[in-house]
């Protein structure tokens, strides 16, 4: 089975799981950056910040909306359009589950 032939609800789950991991991935790497490279006093640690935001920036607008954007530019605007609502839809979902987590502990 190729990505291609997917249906777009499944696709635009795909890709906001791919997001949500990806975001988390990151968010440990940050939680856990002093055990990791220590405490920064000097320009490294900003520099190194601010990469990781403007890469983590590109990532996700590419998790996002490549696919989207991919099928906007072949003229399948309804389906550009669909998954893109799919995707934040399922990106909504996890941001509620996230919260009713945070809500319960």
């Known amino acids: 089975m190729r990505i291609f032939d997917l249906s777009i609800p499944l696709l635009a789950f795909l890709q906001a799981t791919a997001l949500t991991v990806y975001i988390?991935?990151?968010?440990?790497?940050i939680s856990q950056g002093n055990i990791l490279f220590g405490r920064m006093n000097?320009?490294?640690?900003?520099?190194?910040?601010?990469?990781?935001f403007?890469?983590?920036?590109?990532?996700?607008?590419?998790?996002v909306l490549?696919?989207?954007?991919y099928l906007f530019w072949e003229k399948r605007y309804r389906e550009a359009f669909s998954l893109l609502a799919w995707t934040i839809g399922w990106s909504l979902s996890y941001l509620i589950?996230?919260?009713l987590i945070l809500i319960r502990f």
């Open 54 to 63: 403007v890469t983590s920036a590109a990532i996700s607008a590419l998790l």
């Open 42 to 52: 000097n320009f490294y640690g900003p520099l190194f910040f601010l990469l990781l």
């Open 24 to 29: 988390g991935l990151v968010s440990l790497l």
């Open 97 to 99: 589950i996230l919260m």
């Open 66 to 69: 490549g696919r989207s954007g």
